[in-house]
Antibody, heavy 123, light 109 residues
């Protein structure tokens, strides 16, 4: 399994950014995929999950209404569209894979992690 | 969506055992068995070491064990080695279809 995030950069407050995560080594469309972030020197924070078939999406309160998770199963790619970015969105963003296939719920055990992509929100 | 509560740090000598607690509520740990533990070395991505509250993935040392009682989960590291020095995070599925993480515990050997 390989997960490779990209798209992180320095962005001004109020700006937008789209993160991508290319996946390989597993049947991508069979697994829920999740974004988890980690602010510098801080703990982990669950951000958003999309089910394998992309029929369901879930968001943390801290990003609901500003971030949109999506996936392109034909391209084995996960996305995170981030809008109205704030300073407290500054973090490394990890793309993570669910442990078990075909879960519509309880997709909370992450057995594969990318190396992360850094998003810095600052003027 | 409050984070789960972990001690900020624990320490032990080589060969000893340490236990990390992770306290939640009846809306998360108390209501689900979807509790995981992750190990994170500096500058690295987290690694899953426990899932379903007490199950070790293939390849994870049996020196790691975990359990759950009520609203609290626990991770025990036995026979401490220098390589166990890392940050450890618990997580739980929670009511409302969200995932909560603990704040993390730094283990010093």
């Amino acid at each position: 399994v390989q997960l490779l995030e990209s798209g992180g950069s320095l962005v001004q407050p109020g700006g937008s950014l789209r993160l991508s995560c290319g996946a390989s080594g597993f049947t991508f469309d069979s697994f829920a995929m999740t974004w988890v972030r980690q602010a510098p020197g801080k703990g982990l924070e669950w951000i958003s999950t999309v089910t394998g078939s992309a029929t369901k999406t879930y968001y943390a309160d801290s990003v609901r209404g500003r971030f949109i998770v999506s996936r392109d199963n034909s391209m084995n790619t996960l996305y995170l569209q981030m809008n109205d970015l704030r300073a407290d969105d500054t973090a490394k963003y990890y793309c993570v894979k669910d442990l078990l296939r075909n879960r519509l719920l309880y997709w909370s055990q992450f057995d594969s992690w990318g190396q992360g992509t850094l998003v810095t929100v600052s003027s | 969506q409050s984070a789960l509560t972990q001690p900020r740090s624990v320490s032990g000598s080589p060969g000893q055992s340490v236990t990390i607690s992770c306290t939640g509520s009846s809306s998360d740990i108390g209501d689900y068995n979807y509790i995981s533990w992750y190990q994170q070395h500096p500058g690295k991505a987290p690694k899953l070491i426990i899932y379903d509250a007490s199950v070790r993935p293939s390849g994870v040392s049996d020196r790691f064990s975990a359990s759950k009682s009520g609203d609290t989960a626990s991770l025990t590291i036995s026979g401490l080695l220098g390589e166990d020095e890392a940050d450890y995070f618990c997580s739980s599925y929670a009511r409302g279809n969200i995932v909560l993480f603990g704040g993390g515990t730094k283990v010093t050997v």
